[in-house]
């Protein structure tokens, strides 16, 4: 595909229009990357803003999940040596929540790890979000796997207004990778929440074994429901799971599919998460591909980038943060 035809896709999807599945392998293979890079740049200030939206995660229960996905340090399935507690108190919640509130984050979300809270360790967690709410009014988020509608209704009477569930990759590669539970069940519990009137936060890992016409397929899926908050997670491979031998992908592998799923999902927040401690060389380049927020601060299991040298870094670029939600967030 070349420049003009580049150009031409974007001009649709900045009148409000769409790109196929055809149309966004053909972008894939083009070899003007640059043009590519900078159109879906020009979709993201259109759309989104120059404005960041950060959010910030707690890793609130840790170790020994049933669940055998494959790139993933808590199964209990693989030896990780990775921390293993239930879940935090209260006070350790609130803590971090004020934390990262008076830092300028906008949003928290406690993780935790799992198939899904029992309906006990739900109520725990109520407790944990009532009780930041009381003192500051960021915006509250909850990872806690395949959570059915009762146990989503009580999370979001307890203030939490958006649900995060990575389906993780495209449905034709999920049974590669985890076998415990499925691409359909990850689906339902984000129709589930969605039902309830909450907002989603569902993206995935790429360098896993997919191919670009997968990552592709996940985009549309993702397009399909709706989601407008994308994780993007670079694969970085824990010692003890099987993907722990996994290549690394290309810079140009990276940034093309960030752009391709700015394409794909022009009104999306597509937010660095994990695995950006590979990418640190060229998150300036991705910032400029497309990506419009900001997972900072620690993550589950590795490090994740300091939330002064991130707001500095996006200040620098004129893509100052944002405590509030903005773009598709409103």
């Not at 055998?68 to 350790?92: I, M, N």
């Not at 689906?187 to 997919?210: D, N, V, Y």
């Not at 601060?297 to 500095?312: H, S, V």
């Amino acid at each position: 595909m070349n420049v003009e035809q580049i150009e031409a896709l974007k001009m649709r999807i900045l009148a409000g229009g769409q790109i196929s599945t055809d149309e966004a392998l053909t972008l894939s293979e083009t070899t003007e990357k640059e043009a590519l890079y900078a159109a879906a740049d020009q979709i993201r200030a259109r759309f989104m803003g120059d404005r960041i939206d950060l959010c910030s995660i707690m890793n609130a229960q840790s170790g020994r999940c049933s669940e055998d996905c494959k790139w993933c340090s808590q199964s209990r399935h693989f030896k990780t040596g990775v921390p293993e507690y239930k879940l935090v108190s209260a006070e350790e919640g609130l803590k971090l929540a004020l934390e990262n509130h008076s830092k300028g984050v906008g949003r928290f979300s406690l993780v935790t790890s799992g198939r899904a809270l029992k309906p006990k360790q739900v109520q725990e967690a109520c407790k944990i979000y009532e009780a930041i709410s009381k003192e500051c009014d960021i915006a509250l988020c909850a990872s806690m796997g395949l959570l059915r509608t009762p146990e989503l209704q009580k999370l979001k009477a307890a203030g939490v207004e958006r649900y995060h569930c990575n389906i993780e990759t495209a449905p034709s590669h999920f049974t590669n990778l985890c076998t415990t539970h499925t691409f359909e069940e990850k689906q339902r519990t984000i129709r589930e929440a969605q039902a309830l009137g909450m907002k989603i936060c569902s993206g995935g890992i790429f360098g896993m074994g997919e191919t670009m016409a997968q990552r592709i397929e996940m985009a549309f899926v993702l397009r399909e429901m709706a989601i407008d908050s994308i994780p993007i997670n670079i694969l970085n491979p824990i010692e003890g799971t099987p993907l722990q031998g996994s290549s690394p992908l290309s810079d140009d592998e990276i940034l093309v599919t960030i752009a391709l799923f700015r394409f794909i999902n022009p009104t999306a927040h597509l937010r660095f998460a994990g695995g950006r401690n590979l990418i640190f060389h060229i998150q300036e380049k991705a910032l400029g591909a497309g990506v419009s927020a900001a997972l900072v601060g620690d993550y589950l299991t590795t490090l994740g980038a300091g939330i002064a040298e991130d707001k500095a870094m996006f200040q620098r670029i004129g893509r100052a943060s944002s405590p509030e939600p903005v773009g598709a967030f409103q």
